[in-house]
């Protein structure tokens, strides 16, 4: 009984931690933008799809193709950002939700014309391979999607505190009027964030694209797994974000080996809930008094 429930952790956090990152790009582009990116999940199956094709075609090992994929979803977002976002974002600001919401549709559309709406699945030689920890057993594409995620997200978090872009963008997100007084170009920075924030979810789009078969249209579905977990670890809030991807990971896992396969999907949605009646502000998020302008 012990074993069977930490089996279930143990999987749970593997995955939980590729959710963590591909939530951490959703959770920076609102904590400078404050606005959710409607078009994320969308995003993130174009990246899975991306990386099929280069596995598909060179042969290029899957997880690998991350540093091809990566920094190719990183200037999609820049120039996203740069020329349909950012002209309309001052002006109105319901433009910068209902923009990415139908960006979203143009994209899926656009896979749907380009891959066909048949499902696809990434499967390299060792996608059914797994090692033993003991009475474990461990996937071994989970793992080094572990290994990946973790990696990916320490460069995040160093990206941010090292740099001086990365303070800049923390200082926009903080009190974008300040940092505007003390020099830096807000919308710069807002453009560089979001192109981050769209590569971070691209490589966790590459990694969940070798774990799961997915269609144009499973972006929607992970899209409401993504703002559970924003909204779960506090919105805008990096380090909720990526314990609440972890906690998530963990609930679905149990869901699914005590409950039963067909009730994960609802495991989200009930988080939100409960987030929502319970703790508004999220895990590590802080709650603002709303008496004072």
Same mark, same amino acid.
């Given at each position: 009984m012990l074993t069977a429930l930490t089996q279930a952790v143990v999987l749970g956090l593997l995955i939980g931690s590729t959710y963590a990152l591909a939530g951490a790009g959703l959770s920076l582009i609102y904590g400078v933008m404050q606005v959710i990116n409607f078009a994320h999940g969308a995003l993130l199956i174009l990246a899975a799809f991306l990386t099929y094709s280069v596995w598909d075609r060179t042969g290029l090992d899957p997880l690998v193709a991350l540093v091809v994929t990566t920094p190719l979803m990183f200037g999609l977002g820049w120039l996203l950002y740069a020329t349909v976002i950012r002209p309309v974002r001052a002006d109105y600001v319901? !433009?910068?939700i209902l923009l990415p919401f139908g960006l979203g549709l143009l994209i899926e559309a656009g896979m749907?014309? +380009?891959w066909g709406n048949n499902a696809?699945?990434?499967?390299? *030689?060792? *996608?059914?391979?797994?090692?033993?920890l003991g009475p474990l057993f461990v996937p071994f594409v989970q793992a080094v999607g572990l290994v990946l995620a973790l990696? $990916? $997200?320490t460069a995040l978090v160093a990206f941010l505190r090292r740099t001086w872009t990365g303070r800049a963008i923390r200082a926009s997100a903080a009190n974008p009027q300040g940092a505007a007084l003390v020099g830096i170009n807000v919308g710069a920075i807002a453009s560089v964030a979001f +192109?981050?924030?769209? +590569?971070?979810t !691209? *490589?966790?789009g590459s990694i969940i694209g070798v774990l799961y078969p997915f269609v144009p249209g499973s972006g929607t579905a992970w899209l409401a797994r993504l703002l559970a977990i924003v909204v779960l670890g506090g919105m805008g809030n990096l380090a909720g974000t990526v314990l609440a991807g972890l906690a998530l990971g963990v609930a679905e896992s149990l869901t699914s080996h005590y409950i039963g396969v067909d009730w994960t999907t609802s495991v989200p949605y009930l988080a939100v809930f409960a987030v929502l009646l319970l703790r508004p502000q999220g895990l590590l998020g802080t709650r603002l008094r709303q008496d004072v302008p």
């Open positions: 319901g !433009a910068a749907g014309f +380009a696809r699945s990434i499967r390299p *030689a060792y *996608a059914d391979e797994s090692f033993h990696v $990916l $997200l +192109a981050t924030g769209v +590569a971070a !691209a *490589a966790g």
